[in-house]
């Protein structure tokens, strides 16, 4: 939601120039209303210069003062650049409104424009909140303003928030299945909080996204994530919750414990399709395809299966990559064996083409080995069709 007088400032900005003061980063415009204290409104100013020069580096001087600004600064950095000009200060911050909220709080809308061959460009345009403390301006996301009437609801330490009635069993699912997956990785310390909308409101204008060129024409059925040292923040629009993928959900829980770069990706979707399943079907829903496509005999080549990245295809046209089905397996038989330490050891092996580090700790956990591994492996399809009821 642009302001009225942004039209304006476009039709200004490619025929004359009608800003006043420059800072280091912004640009105010002659004819906005600022607090009629002078002092106070050089303070406002340069807060709001300092915290977008930072935001642009992601290096702000004084750090980020929680999660819910960190989600709007992620979306303010290189915003400056304009890639098919190779120029990384084109777009610069215009300053539009300042609105006073309180005595101490002001509302800002900052437009980033910029002009190529008499063209304006609009980039972005930002909502800020301005507080005064002791003197000094802090500059944050409008999420904990526009929000703080929501309701919630919590499971352990997961806050859900929304301003309307929500679908508890859906929440009890996505929420169970995080708890699950947090307390194998240890990652029960931090508080995580969604803040939920529905279709008509666009996720991103809660924290102060009304315009982006990057999300031209995408829908709103997205999510937006940031956190700190306290707190994990998600804001989304409901469907990412009440039918979030629980194989995608493993990645995204594991990734907020190691970087997915540190970890074996294999092995990674081996998991989360023991935990998760794929394309929203349940192992026990997967597992008699997987059987039913390969027969257990003693001449199958699982190495080779593996090797070659053979795979089949259920409805819909999706593969179903069998080296996951029998990793899975293989992480099952771990777990029960060393627990989740043992999977830990094996997840953060190192992929190479011949899988040396792989098969080294494997063995060393389960005894499995290039050798052994189409024997031990057939042992373990046949215990798990029995477990499912697929064999006598």
């Known amino acids: 939601m642009l302001l009225n007088k942004l039209p304006l400032l476009l039709i200004a900005l490619a025929t004359s120039t009608l800003f006043g003061q420059q800072y280091d980063v912004l640009t105010v415009q002659e004819d906005i209303v600022l607090p009629e ?12 210069d300092a915290f977008l020069s930072g935001a642009h580096k992601n290096s702000l001087q004084h750090g980020v003062p929680n999660a819910e600004t960190q989600i709007l600064v992620d979306e303010l950095i290189d915003i400056p650049q304009n890639d098919a000009l190779d120029d990384s200060t084109f777009f610069t911050p215009h300053l539009t409104n300042v609105v006073p909220l309180d005595t101490s709080t002001f509302g800002l809308h900052v437009a980033y424009l910029g002009v190529n061959e008499q063209t304006p460009i609009l980039r972005a345009h930002f909502e800020f909140i301005a507080k005064r403390i002791d003197g000094d301006f802090t500059i944050e996301s409008p999420l904990a303003v526009r929000t703080q009437n929501w309701k919630s ?128 079907l349940s192992w026990e829903e997967l597992f008699p395809m997987f059987s039913k ?81 189409n024997l031990e492996v057939n042992v373990l399809i046949e215990e798990e069709m029995k477990n499912l009821g697929l064999m006598d």
């Open 293 to 373: 496509r390969y027969v257990v005999e003693s001449n199958v080549d699982w190495l080779d299966h593996k090797w070659k990245k053979s795979h089949f295809v259920t409805q819909g046209g999706r593969k179903n990559y069998t080296d996951d089905f029998v990793g899975a397996l293989l992480i099952r038989k771990i777990e029960r064996e060393q627990n989740f330490e043992g999977v830990w050891k094996l997840l953060k092996t190192k992929r190479t083409k011949d899988e040396a580090e792989y098969f080294s700790v494997l063995e060393s956990l389960v005894g499995i080995t290039k050798d052994n591994y």
């Open 153 to 280: 609801w919590k499971l352990q330490n997961h806050v859900f928030h929304f301003p309307y009635d929500i679908d508890e069993e859906k929440l009890q699912r996505f929420a169970d299945f995080v708890i699950f997956c947090d307390t194998k990785l240890d990652n029960n310390e931090k508080q995580s909080h969604y803040y939920l909308c529905k279709d008509e409101i666009n996720p991103l204008e809660l924290f102060g996204v009304h315009y982006k060129s990057d999300y031209n024409g995408d829908p709103t059925i997205t999510r937006w994530s940031s956190g700190d040292k306290v707190k994990l923040l998600w804001v989304a629009n409901e469907a990412r919750v009440y039918d979030y993928n629980l194989h995608d959900l493993w990645h995204n829980r594991l990734g907020q414990v190691v970087s997915r770069r540190d970890v074996h990706r294999r092995v990674d979707c081996h998991i989360a399709t023991l935990y998760g399943g794929l394309w929203g």
């Open 37 to 48: 204290d002078s002092l106070e409104s050089a303070s406002l100013l340069h807060a709001l």
